[in-house]
């Protein structure tokens, strides 16, 4: 997972990058939260390790939704709110397997199948990324194609 989310996000910047604001400090609680010993409870217990099976599919969606956005950008670049509205219909097309895959993150073990998965379909992945590049270059400061990408940036 982290080969697929770096991949896009790297190819995100190239052009959808816009100057965040300015982090603000948090006001100091003014009690300390009650927890277990080494328990957080802001952050929700991982999920499940799937299968094998489930991740092998999971990782071909993965791929699959990344040829599609691959389209999505390549087809519409020269209309940037076409390509907006295409980035929008990909994302929301995969949601179930976005949301998934971040229910996942930090989990070592599939981090590990993700990577091995990624590499032995490498031509795709980077099919699909080199397809990216060229819309995004060219829409990137498009605020409607930022919009879209930050949906998937807010998962």
């Known amino acids: 997972m982290r080969m697929f989310v770096a991949?896009?996000?790297?190819?995100?910047?190239?052009?959808?990058?816009?100057?965040?604001?300015?982090?603000t400090t948090p006001p100091a609680p003014?009690?300390?939260?009650?927890?277990?010993?080494g328990t957080?409870?802001?952050?929700?217990?991982?999920?499940?390790?799937?299968?094998?099976?489930?991740?092998?599919?999971?990782?071909?969606?993965?791929?699959?939704?990344?040829?599609?956005?691959?389209v999505a950008v390549d087809a519409n670049q020269a209309s940037c709110g076409a390509m907006a509205t295409a980035i929008t219909a990909a994302i929301d097309k995969h949601q179930?397997?976005?949301?998934k895959a971040k229910q996942l993150e930090g989990n070592q073990e599939v981090d590990a199948k993700a990577d091995a998965y990624m590499d032995a379909h490498k031509?795709?992945?980077?099919?699909?990324t080199g397809k990216?590049?060229?819309?995004?270059?060219?829409c990137g400061g498009d605020p409607a194609v930022q919009a879209a990408m930050a949906k998937f940036d807010n998962m």
């Open 30 to 37: 003014t009690e300390p939260a009650v927890t277990d010993a």
């Open 40 to 70: 957080d409870p802001a952050t929700p217990p991982p999920a499940a390790t799937p299968t094998d099976a489930e991740l092998e599919s999971m990782f071909e969606q993965t791929v699959v939704f990344l040829e599609e956005l691959s």
């Open 7 to 23: 991949s896009l996000i790297a190819v995100a910047a190239l052009g959808c990058s816009k100057p965040k604001p300015a982090a």
């Open 123 to 128: 031509d795709r992945v980077e099919a699909a």
């Open 132 to 138: 990216l590049r060229p819309g995004l270059e060219k």
């Open 96 to 99: 179930p397997l976005l949301m």
